[in-house]
């Protein structure tokens, strides 16, 4: 093996993509600073309620969706714990609420990042989008059916 | 309120987020590098090309999947040598985003309370959905 070439190749790989990445990542990161600074977040989160609606969350969870699907998904659990001191939500709640998060957070940064490497952000995001809602209904159907099946049980044996 | 604050403190998330990309960009570009000069690469991507053909991605696919199992950071930097085409770089990007770093987040997940291990159960599945329907729908190779 050519430990000379490998080294040099390493660097020029890598060197484009970061150089790259300087001219994109801090202009990005000063406009999620502004927004956050500037109470875009809790603005946008009166249209997020939307979601928490179709599926089910109580209203104030909006603002914890938003952080996590605009910033990233530690941000947003932490705006989840603190929600969750406030307001009744259970541990279903919670599931529903994190598979969305979970398929679908720190869209800004990331679909940035992978489109400087070359994939197609339209494609990425979108589809990002509607694979979120997806499982998230997915899940609520199949809980429903369960819990359905479970109390039919119940009352059977009742 | 926007201040000077907000700036400076942008421009110091952005540059720690410079250094947290190159110190996993730059290894795992080195790993692969290693592999493709070492002949592995090619009896991975060999074994593995079946598999990844149904999501339209070459045998070395499988890698760029498991390294962003460790950060996106860590894919995007194990993309970089790979000279995949445009298609195959948004299956690749398109799968990471939804599933990755499966084991730092599901901590996270269930530190706040949900269950961690059906959410990462759920990604996964989101994952290999994405992966089956893009390969489908986007045109060209």
Known sequence: MDWMKIFAETLETSWNTIFKMIYIVIPLFILIECLKDSGWFEKISSKTKKITKLFGLPGESALGITIGLLVGLTFGSGVVMQIKEDVNINRVQLNILFTFIGICHAIIEETILFTTVGANGAILLLNRIIMALAFTVIYMVIHTYFRQKAVKKTNAAM | ?141
């Open chain 2, 1 to 141: 309120m926007i201040s000077n604050k907000t700036f400076a403190h942008g421009t110091k998330k952005g540059i720690k987020l410079i250094i947290e990309l190159s110190k996993y960009i730059i290894p795992s570009v080195f790993v692969i590098k290693i592999l493709e000069h070492s002949g592995l690469l090619e009896r991975v991507s060999g074994f593995m090309a079946p598999y990844m053909s149904y999501i339209g991605l070459p045998g070395e696919g499988a890698l760029v999947l498991l390294f962003g199992q460790v950060s996106i950071y860590g894919a995007i930097g194990a993309m970089l040598p790979l000279g995949l085409t445009a298609k195959q770089i948004t299956i690749c990007c398109s799968i990471i985003a939804i599933c990755h770093a499966i084991i730092l987040e599901t901590v996270i997940v269930n530190k706040s309370g949900a269950n961690g291990f059906l959410n990462a159960g759920i990604r996964f599945l989101a994952a290999v959905a994405t992966g089956l329907v893009l390969n489908l729908i986007i045109p060209g190779v």
